[in-house]
């Protein structure tokens, strides 16, 4: 994905693309172990591109996987209030649907 502005939930879980919620990144990571995940995110998905069988590409999309948990985009969820995941999810569907209505048609473009 480019580096356009996606709209973020007000909680700051969230962003919207292609009109689904995607998890953010863990804020309670610092900088040095956000960049290392981010740099082990990239090589895997360049391994997956590079890869010239389905063993290679199973390890790389593993990789992909750890790295994803890592940041906190995938497996379980970093905030501790109960709320649940609703990553995939269009914000018209969701808790969230309510702030999405509320955001400018240009905003919810962006996010389309």
Same mark, same amino acid.
């Given at each position: ?16 693309? @292609?009109?689904r919620l995607?998890?953010?990144? +863990?804020?309670?990571?610092?900088? $040095?172990? *956000? /960049?290392?995940w981010v740099? !082990?995110?990239?090589a895997a @998905? ?6 010239? +069988?389905?063993?290679?590409?199973? $390890?790389? *999309? /593993?990789?992909?996987?750890? !790295? ?11 905030? +501790? ?6 990553? *995939? ?24």
């Amino acid at each position: 994905m480019s580096r356009a502005r996606y709209p973020h939930t007000p909680d700051g879980r969230y962003f919207v693309a @292609r009109n689904r919620l995607w998890r953010c990144t +863990d804020p309670s990571l610092d900088e $040095a172990q *956000r /960049q290392a995940w981010v740099s !082990a995110l990239m090589a895997a @998905r360049r391994a997956i591109r590079d890869a010239r +069988d389905d063993v290679s590409v199973r $390890a790389a *999309r /593993q990789q992909v996987q750890k !790295a994803k948990e890592a940041l906190g985009e995938r497996g379980p969820v970093w905030w +501790d209030d109960g709320a649940a995941d609703e990553t *995939r999810r269009s914000p018209a569907n969701s808790s969230y649907a309510d702030w999405w209505a509320s955001l400018s048609a240009e905003e919810r473009r962006a996010g389309g």
